[in-house]
């Protein structure tokens, strides 16, 4: 007789490993969910352009977590009582999403390294990548209003493959671009930085490639494919929440404007007590200097700046750099002289 215990664990364990997939991917869409409403409330405070390009590179990345997730669902618990129609309009609308969010993804990306690194060059790959993206978006609406999959026209199904592989490599060119212009980004510090930031990306897309390549020879299954991507999400997902408000946000609060120190108002320093030694503390700030910087900058120990931004913290009721420079954009004397 035929031993169907063999099946059965199979069946088990891959019921298992999607199930394990699911839960990472709701995870990293609550990273995610986080990290949105960091970047929303630094761009709140500081109107930063870097601050909404970040945001919306986050939002994009989360309609795909958020798309895998149905879909996984989808199939796992749905798709052996749908009927055959409804399975092939949600496989048609997964194939026109998911190349839509890349494309979201990828310009996203984009916009963020232009503001970074100050570079507009991979600005013709990224059109180059858009145009092909999108006929093949509007030519699965077509498909799909005509009850088609793409996958049933060997030609259009290659090009879409192909589309799908060319957002992964622009993502990575992007990545590696800002990576190279960081070290020409002045000042020093703050190209360290972007160096950090993109290093950490790189490193998963890198992953994410050599899993991709790996799944096309087929030397994993399946499920420990999708497991593997998923915790690489969730990865890349906490990077924004644990890094880059630690490290990139103080060197770009000031979007770039460097404030006078007879720009920090007299009407500041009465009201919050703020002494001479201080308001230079703030003008730094407002520069995106470090606490190190301030101290190389000022002549005094880093402990001593420490003490000193603590101080005016606590005098001006705030609890970051971004909120104190906010406060002073915010303050009308400030305006004046910015105006004038």
Known sequence: MYDTSQDNKSAFGKENMIHASIIVLIIALMAGVTAVTISWFNYRQSRSKHLIAHLHFVISVNLIILLNIATLYFYQNLSSQASIALVLFVDNIYQILMP??????????????????????????????????????????????LRLNISDIPVLYIVYKAV??????????????????SYSVNPKTRGKSIRRYSAMFASIFTLALLISG??????????VLTAAIAFLVLFSNLIPIFY???????????????????QISIYLCDQFNISERENDVITLICEGRTNQEIADRLFISLQTVKDH????????????????????????????????
């Not at 630690?246 to 007879?262: A, T, W």
């Open 100 to 145: 839509t969010f890349q494309v979201i993804t990828v310009y996203s990306l984009y916009q963020l390294s232009s503001v970074l690194i100050s570079t507009r060059e991979p600005f013709y790959w990224t059109r180059l990548h858009i145009l092909p993206a999108i006929t093949i978006i509007v030519i699965q609406i077509i498909l799909a209003i």
């Open 309 to 340: 931004v603590s101080r005016i913290f606590r005098k001006v009721g705030v609890r970051n750099r971004v909120q104190l420079i906010s406060l002073v954009k915010k303050d009308p004397d400030t305006k004046s002289e910015d105006n004038s």
């Open 214 to 223: 790996i799944s096309w020879l087929n030397w994993i299954s399946h499920q």
């Open 164 to 181: 799908e592989i060319f957002s992964i490599v622009l993502a990575y060119y992007i990545i590696i671009m800002m990576l190279v212009k």
């Open 244 to 262: 880059y408000q630690k490290f990139l946000v103080p060197h770009f609060s000031s979007n770039g404007q460097d404030i006078s120190q007879n």
